[in-house]
């Protein structure tokens, strides 16, 4: 009899603490995905938080911050919003990323920062591709960098660049191009990249 009473004590007590551990496990991922979500709607005003950042651009209800990320330039939208009185700004996306790098040390050799009409048109499809991917942005901002001040000539697809940044980041002076709403001639999913129409 004492025995049925132990197993059975043991029994309850086994599917006391594997639903304490349920709960437990439940609960840890709930919070961590809060946390998550806290983080990235936190209140957050890139141009004065971020030192990285280079310029913003306001578009209505959300933003675009050029990024200086390790010496790769990056674009990041944000949605605005107020709350209480603040600015919330939660990220949207981070865009296509550049693969030319900054570097502060004197480029003597720019033949390789020169731009290149076929990788422009590639990059500009795959930036409007992925932004044509997000509903909640609703347009297609684009940028890019190089060493050659002609970019304020960019014309894509008749399009005339909107705004050029000259970026002066140690001993060199960048020229960051930016679009805030790129509207391709033809459909960016159905189009080849040397469809594009590059000049500058």
């Not at 209800?61 to 200086?68: A, K, Q």
């Not at 010496?71 to 990041?76: F, G, Q, R, S």
């Not at 480029?107 to 990788?119: A, H, P, R, V, W």
């Amino acid at each position: 009899m004492e025995k049925k009473k132990n197993k059975k004590f043991l029994t309850i007590l086994f599917v006391v603490i594997a639903v304490i551990y349920i709960i437990y496990t439940i609960y840890i991922n709930i919070a961590g995905n809060y946390s998550d979500y806290k983080k990235d709607s936190k209140l957050y005003d890139p141009a004065i938080s971020d030192d990285r950042v280079i310029a913003r651009f306001s578009n209505g209800n959300d933003i675009d911050v050029l990024i200086n990320n390790d010496d790769v330039l990056e674009m990041h939208s944000y949605s605005v919003s107020d709350a209480d009185g603040k600015k919330l700004y939660k990220k949207i996306q981070k865009s296509y990323e550049e693969k030319v790098v900054f570097s502060k040390d004197k480029i003597t050799d720019k033949s390789e920062f020169k731009l290149d009409k076929e990788e422009m048109q590639i990059s500009t499809v795959l930036a409007v591709r992925l932004d044509g991917r997000n509903k909640e942005l609703k347009r297609y901002p684009v940028s890019g960098v190089t060493l050659d001040p002609d970019i304020k000539n960019l014309k894509i697809d008749d399009q005339k660049v909107e705004k050029v940044i000259d970026y002066k980041y140690g001993e060199n002076t960048y020229y960051i191009w930016y679009y805030s709403n790129l509207k391709l001639k033809n459909n960016p999913y159905d189009t080849l990249h040397e469809d594009i129409d590059i000049s500058w």
